[in-house]
């Protein structure tokens, strides 16, 4: 009996490092902006120490991706509207609902935060907060997290 299914062990090489490593990048940016806690530095920090000339493409990637996943974040909140109506009468539903009626889009600048940043952008969806601007701020602020995150890492260590 093999341990791990072959489609798996193919995924993994395709995505390795050496190889694929901005589309592996994006993946895991992507994925790390949705409700999956899985954290994308480690992997683009990897892909840096191996790639050090790969800093500006992989920091537009990981944006990309990570404001790709924040939009379908944006629209899962937007489709859970009767589901979270439950919390509604909370406090931090409250706080939060008061705090982002005043920034509205502006709020997604927070989008990078993690576990919060998702959460925020989905509560931005679900208070119908206009898409396109919120989609503008999120890239700023994923964008300079890569930016900060990586680019002081580079300096740190090469």
Not at 59 to 84: D, E, R, Y
Request: hydrophobic letters at 55%; proline letters at 7%.
């Amino acid at each position: 009996m093999q341990a791990i299914p072959s489609w798996i062990t193919e995924l993994l090489l395709w995505l390795s490092i050496p190889t694929n490593s901005l589309t592996g990048a994006g993946l895991v940016a992507f994925l790390s902006a949705t409700a999956l806690p899985l954290p994308a530095e480690p992997f683009i920090l990897g892909v840096l120490n191996i790639h050090p000339d790969l800093f500006w493409p992989l920091i537009g990637v990981a944006t990309l991706g990570n404001t790709l996943g924040s939009m379908v974040t944006w629209w899962m909140g937007f489709g859970f509207k009767k589901v979270t109506a439950a919390l509604k009468s909370s406090r931090t539903h409250q706080h939060a609902f008061t705090w982002l009626t005043k920034l509205g889009p502006r709020a997604c600048l927070f989008s990078w935060i993690p576990l919060l940043g998702d959460a925020l952008v989905a509560l931005a969806g679900w208070m119908k907060l206009p898409f396109w601007p919120c989609v503008g701020y999120m890239v700023i602020g994923k964008g300079l997290r890569y930016l900060i995150y990586t680019g002081g890492f580079f300096l740190l260590f090469h």
